[in-house]
């Protein structure tokens, strides 16, 4: 389901001072999901995410360090902007 003409994920490319490859990713990812999936897809990211705080290793080490990092924020991106922008 391609919901939007134009990728965020290549205007991010194309525009973004970060070009963060990881963070490119992750929007290439999820984009093209709609409102359902993408609430399915963050319950399955977050509980990982949540493993990853949980674990005993990970104490004190940032949030920026978890492998769900990038795409937390793809997620919870796409979320609103499917929501509230299209």
Do not use: K
Request: glycine letters at 6%; hydrophobic letters at 45%; zero cysteines.
């Amino acid at each position: 389901m391609r919901v939007t003409h134009e990728l965020l994920s290549e205007r991010l490319m194309a525009v973004s001072p970060m070009r963060n490859p990881a963070m490119i990713g992750a929007f290439a990812r999820y984009e093209l999901l709609g409102i359902p999936e993408l609430d399915a897809a963050w319950d399955a990211v977050n509980a990982d995410f949540r493993r990853w705080v949980e674990a005993p290793g990970n104490t004190g080490r940032p949030i920026q360090e978890a492998p769900q990092y990038w795409d937390r924020i793809a997620i919870g991106t796409l979320q609103e902007r499917r929501t509230w922008w299209e």
